[in-house]
Structures are given as C-alpha cells and as structure tokens.
C-alpha cells in the first residue's frame, strides 16, 4: 500500500512538473487583422483596369520642339505654304530659324517663334552647320522633351509625329529619321593642331527628311554640339549639318539610328509612296525645279497646277474644316 502511494506520488509530481513548464512558455501575439481590399472596378464605359506596370506620361504637342531651317530668299511661297498649312496646326511647337529679318513673318502669325540666327545666307556646309548650331541651343534651353528638325520644303504631319514619338521614352537615346544612303557614310576625322588622322564610319538621317532626337541623347551631345561647339566638331569631318549629327551620336556616343521609313526627302521617288499611306506619314516633300513631277500621288480637290507640291492636297485630306479647303471627302485618296 505505501509502495502504490510512493508510485502515485511520483506521477503527481511529473504532471505538476510538465504542467508548470507548459505555463513557462511564451504565448503568441495576436496579429492584426489584414486590411480590406476595395474590390476591382467592373470595367464598363470609359473604365479599364490599370495596368500591370505604370505607363509612361502621355506625350503632349507642347513636348516637342519642331525646328524648321529656312533662309530669307525663301520666306515667300515657300515658308509661306508651310505656315498656311501644316504649322498652322501646331503653331506652339514650331519655331523657325532663318537668316535674315522680316517683317512680313510677323504679320503672318509666326510671331516670337522666328528665330534670326544671323547665320550666312549662302548655302554651305559652314551656314548649314551655323543653324543646327542655333537650333541645338535654342532646344536645350526650351525644356522640351524632344527635338525635331525639317526642311522649309517638308510637310509635318503633327498627328503622326506625335503618335510616333509616344512610343519612346525622351529619356532614352534615341535617334529617329531615314538615310539618304543605303550604306554608313565614312568620313576622316582630324584631331584638331594636327596629329592622328581617323576614318569613322556612322549612319545619319537626311536632313531633307526631317529627323528626332529625344532629350536624353540631346544633352549627351552637349560637349560637341553646345554653345558653338556643334561647328568646331563639323570642322572635324568636314561634313554637313545633318552629317555631324550622325557623327556625334553613332561615332563619338556609340548610340544608333533608327531607320525610319515614315519621313521622306525630295532625294527618293515620291510617286512611289502608297497613295492609301500618304496620311499616315510623319514628312513629306516635293521635288525641286528640276524634277517638278517628283510629288505623292494624291488626289484632292487641287489640281496639280493649283497644288504643285501637293501639300494643300494633303492639308485638306487631314484637316477638312480648314477654311479655304474645297468640301470633298476625308480620306478621298485615288490615285490621279
């Protein structure tokens, strides 16, 4: 009897023993409990759901900076055709940069957006390099997130332009536009006081058709492009405005161009542009006096006496409700 007292003694002093090193141990926190999700917005009109990653600010006209290269002994029917027609329709990003001054500008409604860069009215690669010059300058100081160069001979489509541009970040480096060349230029670069000789091979985009740069590689430029070191490094390979361009970014930065088959140059075969896709392209152009007939095949409510270029032709078709188009139908784009 006194031994099964002992035994249960024992097991009351293992349980009392277990139990107390249960009360030792810590008890765990209550957590708090999980915030509501709001539910997903069901998509209905005008409501779609955000998407995966945040997108890129929408690209707005007042972005971009358009330079137009002009000189005075073409201010008349020539600048004059471009402002009734196209810069009518994006007058704030537009600025046009000329070598002499003009009364007759300002009446026309091209205001402080014309830019005299006192620059030789003769047409050499030093004059022509003058005025990018100016037009790199004047681009860094506007803030704007790109920078666009055309001739007094292109139209601009602000539409196409801007959809374009959107689908690239200004912050990235990149250089839009279409070769004259189907090959890299080479050219010899000289180190300036003398010394090694180099040859440099680079892609440009013409000049003739318009070309953009984004302000990420504009300001990358800066060390051979600002304040009048554009014409020091032209002096380099001795090339043209546009020339230099491509010598700068692809030679001297290592970036790329991208071929673009949008813009367009009196140099190719207008008349082999798809009468259909005339409206969807970013620059147009026309040809010289020596090749009258070099022109898009688009028909209009002009003549080709009364529209040479075709430029009306084609400012109608977009902008119909531009007061001095004759009434026809949008999009009427038969082949003459």
């Not at 037009?135 to 704007?144: A, L, M, N, Q, V």
Request: aromatic share 8%; with cysteine; net charge positive.
């Amino acid at each position: 009897m006194s031994r099964a007292w002992g035994l249960l003694c024992r097991a009351c002093l293992a349980l009392a023993a277990a139990l107390a090193a249960l009360l030792l141990l810590p008890l765990p926190l209550p957590r708090a409990p999980a915030p509501a999700r709001a539910p997903a917005p069901t998509p209905g009109p005008g409501l779609r759901r955000p998407p995966a990653r945040a997108s890129a600010p929408r690209l707005r006209p007042d972005d971009v900076f358009v330079a137009v290269k002009t000189t005075r002994k073409n201010h008349g029917p020539r600048l004059g055709l471009l402002l009734r027609t196209w810069i009518s329709r994006a007058p704030r990003q537009t600025f046009i940069f000329t070598d002499g001054d003009d009364p007759d500008l300002q009446l026309q409604g091209a205001g402080s957006h014309v830019i005299n860069t006192n620059c030789s009215a003769v047409h050499t690669r030093q004059a022509l390099c003058c005025k990018m010059s100016v037009e790199y300058d004047k681009f860094i100081e506007s803030g704007r997130k790109w920078f666009c160069h055309v001739d007094d001979d292109n139209y601009v489509n602000p539409r196409s332009l801007l959809q374009l541009l959107s689908t690239f970040s200004p912050s990235q480096d990149i250089y839009l536009g279409r070769p004259s060349l189907d090959h890299p230029i080479e050219a010899t670069e000289r180190v300036q006081g003398g010394g090694t000789v180099t040859t440099v091979k680079f892609w440009f985009a013409t000049g003739g058709a318009g070309f953009c740069l984004s302000r990420g590689l504009a300001l990358k430029m800066s060390p051979w492009a600002s304040l009048g070191s554009f014409m020091s490094t032209a002096e380099r390979v001795r090339l043209p405005d546009d020339c230099t361009v491509g010598y700068i970014v692809e030679g001297l930065l290592g970036a790329r161009l991208l071929h673009s088959s949008l813009f367009h140059s009196h140099l190719e075969n207008l008349q082999r542009l798809p009468a259909a896709t005339v409206l969807q392209q970013v620059t147009l152009s026309y040809g010289g006096p020596e090749n009258p007939r070099n022109v898009v095949n688009v028909a209009g409510g002009f003549s080709l006496q009364q529209d040479p270029t075709r430029f009306k032709s084609v400012h109608c078709l977009l902008y119909p409700d531009t007061d001095w188009c004759p009434v026809q139908k949008q999009g009427d784009l038969a082949s003459e």
